[in-house]
């Protein structure tokens, strides 16, 4: 896709992709502004855990506000504190106690509004803790255990939700895990997706990193709207998951 190709050309994925790209400026901005470019070098180039003293706030809590609430927002799903919310639309809630009667243990975010057949709930973690392989999997392990022991099951049975949906991240990388609550059929790591080539190709065009961004902002849109829109992005999620369980 060209830099100079028409917005009229641009499919609605596109768009999405396109608002999520400009989200991710967020986060090294911050880092830039702490004067910490040299940490945010250092978690793309490995695995070491995301230090907090030198970013002032603990690392899970950094992550959620500068990376994945924004990439939320750019996805379609809204603070309720944000002024493009009309109210009615989909939308998150951060420590939400929806299920507390029901549930010891609550999910770092839900997403609402989505579909009426659907519950989603999203665990955070701090950046690195999500690994796309080997022993660093906490977020997606949460997301499992949720599923697995039918977290809210009891409850949903009770109401016209059929599917939970669970999002496990830490900014970088990004893993669903759906359930079909009538039937038990669960499905894991459906996709995983690792978005941090985009978010580092961001903190390049951005001056914040040394690094490669000469195949231009067009190709970040691309690379994000191939298979990380298309699943994770509000007005997709619903027919992506309803897809997966043969439900046209």
Known sequence: MSENQSLASLTEDDEIAGKVRRQLEVFPQKFRELGEAGQLSELFRSPKKFSGARVEQAPEVFTEQYLIGPVLHGLGYLSSSSAEYDGIGPHFIRQP????????????????????????????????????????????????????????????????????????????????????????????????????????????????IEGDFSSGASDERELLAEEFVPAFAATNLPEYVKSAFGEN
């Not at 839900?110 to 999997?137: F, Q, S």
């Not at 359930?179 to 903190?203: C, F, L, Q, Y």
Request: overall charge positive; some cysteine.
């Open 97 to 208: 106690i929806t299920y507390r009667k029901v549930e010891p243990k609550q999910p770092d975010y839900l997403l609402k509004n989505i579909d009426p057949a659907i519950v989603c709930i999203v665990e955070a973690k701090a950046v690195n803790r999500e690994r796309m392989t080997g022993a660093k999997t906490h977020a997606s392990e949460d997301i499992r255990e949720y599923l697995e022991e039918d977290a809210f099951c009891k409850y949903l049975r009770d109401t016209k939700q059929r599917y939970l949906v669970g999002i496990g991240t830490d900014g970088f990388r990004w893993t669903l895990w759906m359930k079909d609550i009538h039937t038990g059929e669960a499905m894991s790591h459906n996709p995983k997706i690792d978005i941090s080539p985009v978010i580092r190709k961001v903190a390049s065009r951005r001056d914040v």
